[in-house]
C-alpha cells in the first residue's frame, strides 16, 4: 500500500496560507529518517477549545459593594466594569460589563438570586445570578439624565433612580420598563428656594410606612415625600452638603452625615432644626462654641439592636490636624467610641445585620469594609473588634508579583506537606466566629489532581498556592531577604546596587517538584538555592559563593568611551531602598582594582548572624555575581537545577556558570562566544582587546605578554590552571583545545578558602558582550557583527547582544558517533543558538562526588530565528523525557533515610542502534519551532509560528496523554502544536498584548491550564482544553441556593389593631402603567441582555437556538414556578395564622354576653 506523504499536504498548506501575515508552514525536511513517520500523533484540533475558569484576588480598582443577607453572597464592583461576587471558602465568580464603565452601585434583589448594576455611563442592568455564569437579563440606558443613586426596597420590584439633576425615576426591574411616576425635583423642594438643590445622594423609604420616602440632595436638603398624595410632607434643611442618611428601624428618627465631618438626627415631625449635632473627632471648645470643622464623614450606618445600645459606624471625619493618618472606620456604641486605623483608603462598607427587614431590630454583627486594595471583615460581638481571618486569596500583591510559574497534576504529597509548614504561618489574634459571608455551593467537577501556582514578589517573597478544583489558598510563604543584611538608615544605603528599588526582587524561579529543589535568581544578580526540610535548623553562616563574570569589550562592539552610559538590563520588579554591600577582605590573587572603581563587591550582603530557618524551604547557598572594575553584575536571564546531577547552571549576557550546590563549588564560568567550537558557521572570531578603559587586573592584554592571566576558574578546591594569552591566534588556538575538554575538577575539600562562611570564585574571561536596555536580541554570525534581523522583534530599543535564555538537562547524545546517552546542558541564546554540553557524569549515579567532573562544548546543534524560548527532549514514540531527578529526602533526616532514598535512581535511558535516532529534540524560538533527531542532528521537521509578531511564552506541556508545543504570542494569539511533527492544532486571537505584566506573568502547564496576571491584584486562569471547558459548569461553584426568607416582624395584637406597626403600600397601583402611564420614550432605552429571551433571540437561530432558547424558557418557567409554589406556601401559613387568631377569638367571646364585650 502506498504510504500518505503528509510532506507534500504540508506543503500544498504553506503555499495556500503564504499570503497571511502570520506564515506557519510545519515542513518536514529533505532527509527524513523514515523511521520518524511511525510516531502516532493522537492530538487533534477537536482535543482543543480555549476559554477563562476563573478569576482569583483581590478586585481591582474597587468602587462600590453590595450584601444579601439571605443568601450571604457579596458583591463588588470596579471602575473597569467588573462584577466579582464572594461566597464561602472557594465560591468566587467573576462577570464584566461590555461597556468598561465604572460600577457606582450595586443592590441585590434580596433572596431572589438577582443584582442590579449602576454604571457611570448612565445604564442599569439586571443580572441573573441563579446560573453559575451570570448573565445580564436586561439593561437600561438613560440619555438625558446623570444617574447618582439607587434604591430598591426589600421585597419590592419598583427600583428608585436619583439623577444628577435632582429627579427620582421609577423601574419594574421585572420587565425592565420605566414607570411614567417621576418626582421632580422642583415639586419636592420648596417653592420659594431660589437655587437647584443639586443631585439625589440618598433615596429610602421610611421603615415603618412605604408610602414614604425620604430624599437626600447633596446642598443639606431631605425632603420627606409622600407617594401617594405626590407632594413633600416635610422639608430638613441643613447648611453643610450631606453625603449619606440613615434610619432609626422605628421609622421616627434620621440621621445625616455632612461635609464638616457632623452627623445631624431628625425627628420626621420636628422639621424647624435637627434633634442632635454632634461632630465625632471635633475638638469641643470650652465656651460653647461651634467645634472645629473636621473631614466629610462619607457614609453613616445606624444599627439597632434589642437588648443594648445603637450601633453607628461612620468613614472619614477626622480632624483636618491629623495630616498622614491612615484612613479609619469609627464605632460608635453607647459612650465608647472605637477609632478603626486601615492600611489603605475606604471606598465602601456595610453593616452585616441579622435580619433583611428594614423595620425590626437590626442587631449587627458584623462590618464589611472595603479597601482600595483590601477587603476587611470586622466582628462587633467581641471586645476590640478583632477582625475575621478572610479565606479568600486577596493577598496575591501583597508585594507587586514580578513573576509566576504554574505546576498542574504535580506529585499528590506536596500540597499537604507545603500545608503542614505554611500553617505554622498564620497571623494570631483573629475572631474566632465563623466567616460571615457564607453563601454558595463548591462545584462537583471531577478533575482533581492537584496544581501549585508559585509566585514571587517584588519584596523577595515567594507564595506557594493550592490551585486544586479551579480554587486558590495560600499553602506557604517564603522570604528570601530573610538571607541578606537590611540597610538601618539613610546613611548606611550602600552605591553597590543595581536597582533603585527592591533589590531583592524575584527575577525567575526554578522548581523541581519531584526533589522539591527550589532555585530562586533575583535583580541584584543573585542565586539562592532552597533545599525543603520539615524540621527547624539553625545555619550559623550561610554558605556564599561569589563569582566574577567579566567581559571584554572589543573595538567593534563597544560604545564609545567618551559616550553615554549603555542602560542595564531592566528589571521586571518596581523599583526599593538599596541594601549596604561591604567589599570582601579576602580577595583572589591576581585581581586589581582600579583606583576608586568597585571591583569585587557583590550588589548585596549575606548576613553575618545565624539563621534561624522554620520548617519549609531552608537556604542551601547563596550565589553573588560581583562587580568587576567599576561595571556592575548582569542580571540573571535564565536557570535551571539539576538534583541529580547536584548542578544549578545560570546565565546572563556575560555568559554561564555551572555551580555543584553539594560541595559549594564552581565548576564552570563561560562567555557566551565560548560555546562555540572553533569551526563552528556560527561562531564569532574573537578579537583584540580594546584599548580605552582597560582594566588594570582581570585578564590580560594581547599586547603585553608581561601581564599574569587570571585563573581560568579558581574556586576553592580545583588546580589552577594559568594559560597566558599572548596574542590572537593563540588564544583561538587555545579556545579550540578548551571547546572539546574542560579542566576535571576534583572536589575533596570544599570550604578550604572560606572566611566567615564566603566561599570566594574568582573567574574571568575575554568576551564580546555589552550591558543592554532590554533583554539582548539575535544578531547575524557574521564576521562583521553587523547584519541586524530581518523584522524586529521583541523591542525597539533592542541591541545586537547574546545573552543566555534558557537552559536544559537531559541525557541524550552530545556528538553524531554516539551510541550511548549520556548527561549534557542544551543552552539556548537571544540569537537562536542552540548549544550542546557533555557533562562527564555517569546518569543516574553518585560518581560526581568520587570522580572529577569534567565538561565538552559540542558547538551549535542548530540555529533559528528569535531568542530561544523551551527546549526539550522526546523519546522515539514521542514521550517526553524529563531531566533525571532525585527523590526528596530530608536533608536535616538521619544519614540511613538519606541512603534509602538517594539509591531511587532513575534508569539509564536506552541507547541508540547505530545509524537510527532514537530522541527528538523539541526546540521553540520567538519565530519558529524546529524538532531534530538525535544523534544525527537531523532537522526533521519546522514551523514557522509568526513573522508579524514574536512568541512571549512558549513550554512543552502534557495534552490527553500526549504532549505538545503550547505559544502565547505578543498579538494575543494562542497556538498549540502537536509533537514530533508541529501541525497546527489551535490558533485563538485571544488577547493583545496591552501591559508587560501578562508577558512576565503568562505560564502554560499540563492538562490545558493556563494563567496570567490580568490586573496587578488579579489571576486569570484559561483552559485550551476541550474536555475541561466541557466539564467547567460542573467544576464552577453556585452562587445561589434555595434559602427561605425569614418571617417578617410581628407586629402584635396592638398594633395591628390601631395601625402601630409597618404600613405596607401597594406600589402597583401607584407605579403600574395604569395609574401612573407610560414613561417617555426618549427618556432611556431598554437592551435586552444575552441572558434574556430577547437576547437569546436575536443571538441564535436555527435548531442549536431554539434549544437554547427551550432551554431558557423552562428555567424560567421553572423560577416562576418556584415562585408561584413559593407565594402558595406563604399564602397557606397565613390562612392558617388567620384561621388560628380567629378561633381564638370565637374561643374567647362565643360565652360572653354583649354587654361584657
Not at 625 to 635: C, D, H, K, N, T
Not at 749 to 777: C, E, I, W, Y
Amino acid at each position: 500500500m502506498k504510504k500518505f506523504n503528509i510532506r507534500k499536504v504540508l506543503d500544498g498548506l504553506t503555499a495556500a496560507s503564504s499570503s497571511s501575515s502570520s506564515s506557519s508552514s510545519a515542513t518536514a525536511q529533505p532527509g527524513t529518517p523514515r523511521e520518524n513517520d511511525v510516531v502516532q500523533e493522537t492530538l487533534q484540533s477537536e482535543h482543543f477549545q480555549l476559554c477563562k475558569t476563573v478569576r482569583h484576588g483581590f478586585p481591582y480598582q474597587p468602587s462600590s459593594m453590595a450584601f444579601d443577607p439571605v443568601q450571604k453572597i457579596l458583591a463588588v464592583g470596579t471602575q473597569t466594569g467588573a462584577l466579582r461576587l464572594f461566597g464561602r471558602a472557594g465560591v468566587e465568580c467573576y462577570c464584566q460589563h461590555e461597556s468598561g464603565a465604572a460600577v457606582i452601585q450595586l443592590q441585590f434583589l434580596i433572596n431572589e438570586g438577582a443584582l442590579v448594576s449602576a454604571l457611570a455611563d448612565d445604564s442599569i442592568h439586571l443580572w441573573n445570578l441563579r446560573q453559575k455564569i451570570p448573565a445580564i437579563l436586561h439593561s437600561l440606558k438613560f440619555n438625558r439624565e446623570r444617574i447618582t443613586y439607587c434604591h430598591l426596597p426589600f421585597q419590592s420590584k419598583w427600583l428608585y433612580i436619583g439623577s444628577e439633576r435632582g429627579n427620582i425615576h421609577i423601574v419594574n426591574v421585572e420587565s425592565f420598563t420605566l414607570s411614567g411616576y417621576v418626582i421632580m425635583w422642583n415639586k419636592a423642594i420648596e417653592l420659594s428656594t431660589k437655587t437647584h438643590p443639586g443631585p439625589v445622594v440618598h433615596i429610602s423609604d421610611n421603615p415603618m410606612d412605604e408610602g414614604k420616602l425620604l430624599i437626600g440632595f447633596e446642598c443639606g436638603v431631605v425632603v420627606l415625600w409622600d407617594l401617594k398624595s405626590k407632594k413633600a410632607d416635610y422639608r430638613y434643611n441643613y447648611d453643610e452638603a450631606i453625603h449619606s442618611v440613615a434610619w432609626h428601624h422605628e421609622g421616627k428618627q434620621f440621621v445625616c452625615s455632612h461635609s464638616d465631618g457632623t452627623l445631624t438626627t431628625w425627628n420626621i415631625r420636628a422639621p424647624a432644626k435637627p434633634a442632635q449635632i454632634i461632630t465625632p473627632h471635633g475638638k469641643q471648645p470650652k465656651d460653647g462654641k461651634k467645634p472645629e470643622p473636621c473631614k466629610p464623614i462619607l457614609k453613616v450606618e445606624y444599627k439597632t439592636t434589642r437588648a443594648g445600645d445603637p450601633f453607628m459606624v461612620l468613614s472619614g471625619g477626622l480632624s483636618y490636624d491629623t495630616v498622614g493618618r491612615r484612613a479609619c472606620l469609627t464605632v460608635m456604641h453607647g459612650k465608647s467610641t472605637a477609632v478603626l486605623e486601615m492600611d489603605y483608603p475606604i471606598v465602601d462598607f456595610l453593616t452585616l445585620c441579622e435580619t433583611p427587614y428594614p423595620n425590626d431590630f437590626q442587631e449587627p454583627y458584623a462590618v464589611v469594609v472595603l479597601l482600595e486594595k483590601d477587603l476587611v471583615v470586622i466582628d462587633l460581638g467581641q471586645i476590640g473588634y478583632p477582625i475575621f481571618e478572610s479565606p479568600y486569596p486577596l493577598s496575591i500583591h501583597e508585594s507587586p508579583v514580578t513573576c509566576c510559574e504554574y505546576f498542574a497534576d504535580c506529585p499528590s504529597e506536596l500540597i499537604p506537606a507545603l500545608y503542614s509548614v505554611g500553617s505554622r504561618q498564620k497571623r494570631q489574634g483573629y475572631s474566632k466566629k465563623e466567616w460571615p459571608i457564607s453563601g454558595g455551593n463548591w462545584g462537583q467537577g471531577t478533575q482533581t489532581y492537584p496544581e501549585i501556582i508559585i509566585t514571587g514578589h517584588a519584596d523577595g517573597s515567594i507564595k506557594f498556592w493550592d490551585a486544586s478544583a479551579l480554587m486558590l489558598q495560600v499553602l506557604y510563604k517564603l522570604k528570601t531577604a530573610k538571607v541578606f543584611e537590611r540597610a538601618r538608615g539613610k546613611e548606611e544605603k550602600p552605591s553597590t546596587d543595581i536597582v533603585d528599588e527592591d533589590p531583592f526582587a524575584i527575577q525567575t524561579l526554578f522548581w523541581c517538584p519531584e526533589s522539591r529543589m527550589l532555585c530562586v535568581a533575583g535583580v541584584s544578580a543573585h542565586v539562592i538555592i532552597y533545599r525543603f526540610s520539615k524540621q527547624e535548623v539553625t545555619t550559623e553562616v550561610v554558605q556564599l559563593l561569589e563569582v566574577r563574570m567579566q567581559c571584554e569589550f572589543s573595538e567593534g562592539d563597544s560604545p564609545d568611551p567618551g559616550g553615554e552610559q549603555t542602560p542595564t538590563l531592566p528589571t521586571p520588579a518596581a523599583p526599593s531602598s538599596p541594601q549596604e554591600a561591604e567589599p570582601l577582605n579576602q580577595l583572589t590573587a591576581g585581581v586589581n582594582s582600579s583606583e576608586g572603581a568597585r571591583d569585587n563587591i557583590p550588589c548585596l550582603q549575606v548576613r553575618s548572624s545565624p539563621l534561624k530557618q522554620s520548617p519549609g524551604y531552608q537556604v542551601e547557598l547563596v550565589v553573588q555575581l560581583v562587580w568587576v572594575s567599576g561595571e556592575p553584575p548582569q542580571q540573571i536571564t535564565s536557570l535551571a537545577v539539576n538534583s541529580s546531577f547536584g548542578l544549578v547552571v545560570f546565565g546572563n549576557s556575560n555568559g554561564l556558570a555551572v555551580v555543584d550546590y553539594v560541595q559549594k563549588t564552581l565548576l564552570l564560568n563561560l562567555g557566551t562566544s565560548e560555546l562555540y567550537s572553533p569551526s563552528d558557521p556560527c561562531q564569532r572570531q574573537p578579537r583584540s582587546p580594546r584599548k580605552p578603559r582597560q582594566p588594570s587586573g582581570g585578564f590580560c592584554d594581547s599586547n603585553d605578554g608581561s601581564n599574569n592571566s587570571e585563573d581560568r576558574c579558581k574556586s576553592p578546591t580545583s588546580a589552577k590552571m594559568s594559560r597566558k594569552i599572548s596574542s590572537s591566534g593563540e588564544q583561538k588556538l587555545d579556545l579550540e583545545d578548551r571547546s572539546h575538554r574542560w579542566s576535571p575538577r576534583l572536589c575533596k575539600r570544599p570550604f578550604d578558602n572560606m572566611k566567615n562562611g564566603k566561599l570566594v570564585a574568582r573567574m574571568t574571561l575575554k568576551l564580546n558582550v555589552h550591558r543592554t536596555k532590554s533583554d539582548p536580541q539575535r544578531y547575524g554570525k557574521d564576521n562583521a557583527f553587523t547584519r541586524s534581523r530581518s523584522s524586529s522583534v521583541t523591542s525597539i530599543d533592542r541591541e545586537s547582544r547574546e545573552a543566555i535564555s534558557s537552559f536544559y538537562f537531559c541525557e541524550s547524545f552530545p556528538r553524531k558517533s554516539d551510541s550511548l546517552a549520556s548527561p549534557c546542558l542544551l543552552v539556548g541564546t537571544t540569537q537562536g543558538s542552540v548549544m550542546m554540553v557533555a557533562l562527564g557524569l555517569q546518569p543516574g549515579g553518585d560518581q560526581k562526588l568520587q570522580q572529577p567532573l569534567s565538561f565538552a562544548s559540542c558547538g551549535t546543534l542548530v540555529q533559528l530565528k528569535g531568542g530561544i524560548l523551551t527546549m526539550a527532549l522526546l523519546d522515539a514514540a514521542g514521550t517526553l523525557l524529563p531531566p533525571s531527578c532525585e527523590a526528596w529526602y530530608d536533608p536535616n533526616a538521619s544519614d540511613e533515610e538519606k541512603e534509602k532514598v538517594r539509591r531511587r535512581r532513575p534508569a539509564t535511558p536506552p541507547s541508540s542502534q547505530e545509524g537510527q535516532d532514537s530522541q527528538f529534540a523539541v526546540l521553540c524560538s520567538e519565530k519558529q519551532a524546529k524538532v531534530v533527531a538525535m544523534p544525527s542532528q537531523t532537522i526533521i521537521y519546522k514551523h514557522n509560528i509568526t513573522e508579524a509578531s514574536f512568541v512571549l511564552r512558549a513550554d512543552v506541556v502534557q495534552m490527553a496523554g500526549t504532549y505538545c508545543i503550547a505559544c502565547f504570542c505578543a498579538n494575543g494569539h494562542i497556538m498549540s502544536l502537536s509533537l514530533p511533527s508541529l501541525r497546527p492544532l489551535l490558533d485563538i486571537n485571544y488577547l493583545p498584548l496591552t501591559d508587560m505584566r501578562i508577558a512576565r506573568t503568562f505560564c502554560f502547564s499540563n492538562l490545558g491550564q493556563a494563567l496570567y496576571l490580568t490586573s496587578p491584584t488579579e489571576i486569570q486562569r484559561i483552559t485550551y482544553s476541550q474536555e475541561t471547558c466541557d466539564n467547567l459548569q460542573e467544576m464552577l461553584s453556585e452562587l445561589f441556593t434555595p434559602v427561605e426568607t425569614p418571617e417578617a416582624p410581628n407586629r402584635g395584637f396592638f398594633k395591628g389593631l390601631f395601625g402601630g406597626g409597618a404600613q405596607s403600600l401597594d406600589r402597583e397601583d401607584l407605579f403600574g402603567e395604569t395609574a401612573a402611564g407610560k414613561a417617555s420614550r426618549s427618556l432611556a432605552q431598554h437592551i435586552p441582555g444575552p441572558g434574556s429571551m430577547e437576547g437569546m433571540k436575536g443571538a441564535a437561530s436555527g435548531v442549536v437556538g431554539d434549544l437554547a432558547r427551550a432551554r431558557v424558557a423552562l428555567d424560567e418557567r421553572g423560577q416562576k414556578l418556584g415562585e408561584l409554589e413559593e407565594r402558595t406556601a406563604a399564602m397557606m401559613a397565613s390562612a392558617e395564622s388567620f384561621s388560628k387568631h380567629a378561633h381564638d377569638m370565637m374561643v374567647k367571646y362565643k360565652d360572653k354576653k354583649w354587654y361584657q364585650l
